[in-house]
């Protein structure tokens, strides 16, 4: 296990970098009136962040032996949907937040009609990058992965827990209603990173059962961490502002279970994760280590 924290800080690193390789390239900015699109759209998503769901996604294309540069422009894709999500998310009519990844939001930067259209064209990229013939040459693959990304975003995915969210601000939600919340908002985007591996490395679906598994045991631990570090945080840290569920009036898991209780049931879920993967060998010990960053990172 060691050796897989080892390589775990590299390969963010990497990640990140060849993240920001790519989308530098394909957001180039044109010299016409769409140039504050262009850069909305770079300030957006270059720099920053942890990069998680293209980690995972490299991570479990590995297991399956799958060209890097094919698992990247998955990776790619599903970061292009997580940050469309983001801008809208923070949007005056969402959640209504001046600060992401230690800057100002695009809404800020620049104005919300600007902001809006940066989210849908990152939205529409992410699809235009898994049909593209360089992500897989068999179109049963890239259709696949443009179906199981399209509805991890969607109602009964991620769009669908934000409803929730909103919703929160009104209703008094219990544990397992908070539950389907984030396995929805959160869940179903790092489900589908789990899901693309194996798409990717052609196994067929009832071969997918122990990335379901860890899937859904990192989701909800990376989104248990998340209110901990919302309600205990340091805004220099997270790069984002802290308090806000708590200010809004809604239930999390720390405000339902209470700190140490969340913190233990983290632990447990990155537990059973771990233990879904033991049927592989060195190969996942970089999903193993995920795994474990999920709970004891500090943004």
């Given at each position: 296990?060691?050796?897989?924290?080892?390589?775990?800080?590299?390969?963010?690193?990497?990640?990140?970098?060849?993240?920001?390789?790519?989308?530098?390239?394909?957001?180039?900015?044109?010299?016409d009136?769409?140039?504050?699109?262009?850069?909305?759209?770079?300030?957006?998503?270059?720099?920053?962040?942890?990069?998680?769901?293209?980690?995972?996604?490299?991570?479990?294309?590995?297991?399956?032996?799958?060209?890097?540069?094919?698992?990247?422009?998955v990776?790619?894709?599903?970061?292009?949907?997580?940050?469309?999500?983001?801008?809208?998310?923070?949007?005056?009519?969402?959640?209504?937040?001046?600060?992401?990844?230690?800057?100002?939001?695009?809404?800020?930067?620049?104005?919300?009609?600007?902001?809006?259209?940066?989210?849908d064209s990152?939205?529409?990229?992410?699809f235009?990058?898994?049909?593209?013939?360089?992500?897989?040459e068999?179109?049963?693959?890239?259709?696949?992965?443009?179906?199981?990304?399209?509805?991890?975003?969607?109602?009964?995915?991620?769009?669908?827990?934000?409803?929730?969210?909103?919703?929160?601000?009104?209703?008094?939600?219990?544990?397992?209603?908070?539950?389907?919340?984030?396995?929805?908002?959160?869940?179903?985007?790092?489900?589908?990173?789990?899901?693309?591996?194996?798409?990717?490395?052609?196994?067929?679906?009832?071969?997918?059962?122990?990335?379901?598994?860890?899937?859904?045991?990192?989701?909800?631990?990376?989104?248990?961490?998340?209110?901990?570090?919302?309600?205990?945080?340091?805004?220099?840290?997270?790069?984002?502002?802290?308090?806000?569920?708590?200010?809004?009036?809604?239930?999390?898991?720390?405000?339902?279970?209470?700190?140490?209780?969340?913190?233990?049931?983290?632990?447990?879920?990155?537990?059973?994760?771990?233990?879904?993967?033991?049927?592989?060998?060195?190969?996942?010990?970089?999903?193993?280590?995920?795994?474990?960053?999920?709970?004891?990172?500090?943004h």
């Amino acid at each position: 296990m060691a050796e897989a924290f080892d390589r775990l800080h590299p390969a963010m690193t990497d990640i990140g970098d060849d993240v920001d390789r790519l989308l530098a390239g394909l957001l180039a900015v044109p010299e016409d009136a769409r140039d504050r699109l262009y850069r909305a759209m770079r300030h957006a998503a270059i720099g920053g962040g942890k990069r998680l769901r293209p980690l995972l996604v490299a991570a479990a294309c590995e297991l399956y032996h799958v060209d890097r540069d094919r698992a990247l422009r998955v990776g790619l894709a599903v970061e292009c949907v997580h940050v469309y999500s983001l801008i809208h998310d923070d949007l005056p009519c969402m959640d209504d937040d001046d600060l992401r990844r230690g800057k100002p939001t695009v809404h800020k930067a620049w104005d919300e009609a600007t902001a809006i259209l940066a989210g849908d064209s990152l939205h529409a990229l992410a699809f235009e990058i898994l049909a593209d013939e360089a992500t897989h040459e068999d179109p049963f693959v890239r259709v696949e992965l443009i179906a199981e990304l399209a509805r991890a975003a969607g109602p009964g995915g991620m769009a669908g827990g934000q409803m929730m969210d909103l919703a929160a601000e009104a209703m008094a939600f219990d544990l397992a209603a908070v539950t389907r919340l984030q396995q929805l908002k959160t869940g179903a985007l790092i489900g589908f990173c789990l899901e693309a591996g194996a798409i990717m490395g052609r196994v067929p679906p009832e071969g997918r059962t122990p990335l379901r598994g860890y899937a859904r045991d990192v989701g909800l631990a990376f989104q248990i961490a998340d209110d901990l570090l919302d309600a205990e945080g340091e805004e220099a840290k997270t790069g984002k502002r802290v308090g806000k569920d708590r200010g809004a009036g809604k239930e999390t898991f720390v405000s339902l279970l209470g700190p140490e209780r969340a913190r233990r049931q983290a632990e447990m879920l990155v537990g059973q994760a771990v233990e879904h993967l033991q049927g592989f060998g060195p190969e996942a010990d970089l999903l193993r280590a995920i795994a474990r960053f999920a709970v004891e990172r500090d943004h």
